[in-house]
């Protein structure tokens, strides 16, 4: 029963069954985070990615704040 | 099968996926305007630069791996292949991935991909 309920779930990830050219690169993302029924594979890729995305979008925030620092700046354009 | 489709490529694919994706209709773009990204290899400086974007920090760009065109080069039904299976993410993710749900499935696919290219 596990098998094939677990089955009927891979089945039902919008990231296994999307085929066709409405599917791309630029909304893939949105599509997987959106289906209530990720399969196993797809669960773990999501999780694993929008961690690393995160911490990648904290950092880019951190260095912006750095940048925009006025004394910073001031280093900056002496150095340049 | 990509007739109207605009495809970036990484340097680390080869020439004949590339030649089979334009003879398949889909033409050649820079990263910015295309809406398929393809690599063979997520740790080549080419495929990093998309995963700095911020297209990719924000969910707009997902790499997919260049085998998904030899798939379905061999498809029967060239539209049958999901391109969500093809998903290549950041080469400094992919072990923790792996640990948890096994092998790619186009690490999977290697094998099958060698012979029939030995075919060609
Ligand atoms: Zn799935």
Redesign the pocket.
């Known amino acids: 029963e596990t098998d094939s309920s677990s089955k009927t779930l891979k089945y039902r990830?919008s990231?296994?069954i999307a085929v066709g050219q409405s599917l791309n690169s630029r909304n893939f993302s949105n599509l997987l985070h959106s289906c209530p029924y990720?399969?196993d594979?797809?669960k773990v890729i999501v999780e694993v990615e929008d961690r690393y995305k995160s911490e990648l979008r904290k950092s880019l925030i951190c260095n912006k704040k750095i940048l925009l620092t006025p004394r910073r700046r001031r280093q900056l354009s002496i150095e340049s | 099968m990509f007739q109207g489709q605009r495809g970036w490529f990484c340097r680390s694919v080869s020439q004949d996926l590339r030649q089979f994706w334009v003879a398949e209709g889909g033409t050649i773009s820079d990263a910015q305007a295309a809406n398929f990204l393809f690599s063979c290899d997520a740790s080549h400086p080419d495929t990093m630069r998309i995963y700095q974007s911020l297209d990719y920090i924000e969910d707009n760009a997902t790499v997919f791996h260049a085998c998904y065109l030899s798939a379905v080069a061999s498809a029967e039904i060239k539209s049958s292949v999901p391109l969500?299976h093809f998903m290549l993410p950041p080469a400094c993710l992919q072990k923790e991935i792996r640990r948890k749900i096994g092998s790619f499935i186009w690490e999977q696919d290697q094998h099958f991909l060698t012979e029939k290219h030995d075919e060609v």
Do not use: L
Request: proline content about 0%.
């Open positions: 990830c990231g296994c990720q399969c594979r797809h | 969500g």
